[in-house]
């Protein structure tokens, strides 16, 4: 409870105690004088029983204010004319509009126009014959212009005077919405990426199921299982990638900052890079002062490097050179993953992190990618607080860039957001 209510409800209490003290002295003093004439007795009864009365209507109103405050749902109650007339605090705290902010206004103002206008012709017929309204989901607008999900009821209240009044409950949502739509999506990424590399897998085994192996050379023998291991790594590559994209996506993925030499960071990722990129004859060369350090989070900007330097071997052609470099600028670290592959084509940087993309020079030069990767790195980036660029012109290259505070701890919350977005 803020200050204002703490004061308000400690004031109605107060009222209330000395309301109860005047009606017992009034009583008290009938008692103790017999002899007051009649018309004074029936004053001070009449005024006792008054005093007895209000105490007990403003006791019932406090107490049902305390209820309505100490509840999660958000609710509030609509007058006969159907604005508002009393709002708890998960009201306040869900809509953003304090009680003050929300008095005499109407629930139009939370109306977002994502939601049908069938649904809100609804709520009206509703409002105007005061009876109850249910919704499975709604999307609502707050203060700020920020959107959420809710299931939205609505109870008439008789009063005993008139029309009743309405109580209306929203129940928030959004985070389950964010869940469902997750696992949505991934169903379908997952039976969109899935579909090719299984296909390869289920095809190998039949042309083993269906030919006599023991007339098959060693070599064709070989070359069936490398593509049906292929096609099997490739799933499993791909899940991996869909399950970090849904933990980030509904949050289940944040940063664990720690001190780390870059250094032997840009050394581990391409150790481990090093059977792929001899088997094309390339070259990976690392730039970057050995003293060179910073506070982030070492898993995932591995996983970061990891993909970009993948990418870079994967489309860079044979005896191609790839770069990693780091260099310092005043309080921030610039890291640079840079090849002399085929670079991207310029009608096509716009969708570089967005999902599936692949360019459309390197889909038949590269057929093993699922196009999730650059998505994936993007979202990882802004984890870390960082921000990635790049610059690419096709048939000479590209270099993807990412920029990190040396000292994720120092940022402010508009400092990060400016990181974030390449201020």
Avoid at 68 to 86: G, H, P, Q, R, V
């Amino acid at each position: 409870m803020d200050m204002c209510g703490y004061f308000c409800y400690n004031k109605r209490i107060f009222f209330l105690f000395m309301h109860q003290r005047l009606a017992a002295q009034i009583r008290q003093f009938l008692g103790d004088n017999p002899d007051a004439s009649p018309s004074l007795q029936s004053l001070l009864s009449a005024i006792s029983q008054a005093y007895d009365s209000f105490d007990e209507s403003e006791a019932t109103a406090a107490i049902f204010r305390l209820t309505l405050d100490a509840s999660t749902s958000a609710i509030c109650i609509l007058s006969m004319e159907n604005t508002i007339m009393y709002v708890n605090q998960a009201w306040e705290k869900l809509t953003g509009y304090s009680r003050e902010e929300s008095m005499g206004k109407v629930l139009a103002v939370l109306w977002s126009e994502k939601t049908s206008l069938n649904m809100y012709q609804r709520i009206e017929r509703a409002l105007a014959e005061r009876s109850a309204f249910a919704s499975e989901e709604i999307i609502h607008r707050k203060k700020s212009g920020e959107e959420y999900y809710v299931q939205l009821n609505m109870y008439p209240v008789a009063t005993g005077k008139g029309k009743p009044l309405l109580a209306v409950v929203q129940q928030d949502i959004t985070e389950r919405k964010i869940s469902d739509n997750s696992k949505s999506e991934f169903v379908s990424l997952a039976s969109h990426q899935l579909r090719t590399p299984l296909t390869s897998v289920i095809w190998n085994l039949e042309i083993m199921m269906d030919t006599d192996v023991t007339k098959m050379s060693s070599e064709q023998l070989k070359s069936i299982l490398e593509g049906a291991h292929k096609s099997s790594k490739r799933m499993a590559e791909t899940i991996a990638t869909l399950m970090q994209l849904s933990n980030l996506e509904v949050g289940k993925t944040q940063p664990n900052f720690t001190y780390m030499e870059l250094a032997s960071l840009l050394e581990t990722v391409r150790a481990e890079q090093l059977s792929e990129y001899l088997k094309k004859e390339q070259s990976v060369v690392i730039d970057c002062p050995r003293e060179l350090t910073l506070f982030s989070d070492p898993i995932l900007l591995k996983e970061i490097l990891s993909n970009l330097l993948n990418n870079s071997v994967k489309y860079t052609p044979l005896k191609g050179t790839i770069t990693l470099r780091a260099k310092k600028e005043g309080q921030t670290l610039i890291i640079e993953v840079e090849d002399n592959g085929y670079g991207i084509p310029t009608r096509e940087q716009q969708k570089v992190f967005s999902k599936f993309f692949r360019g459309e020079n390197v889909i038949y030069i590269e057929n093993n990618g699922n196009g999730l990767g650059l998505y994936l790195v993007n979202q990882l980036v802004q984890l870390v607080r960082g921000h990635i660029s790049f610059r690419s012109e096709e048939s000479k290259g590209t270099t993807f860039s990412i920029t990190l505070p040396q000292d994720a701890r120092t940022l402010s919350a508009s400092s990060v957001q400016e990181f974030i977005h390449g201020a």
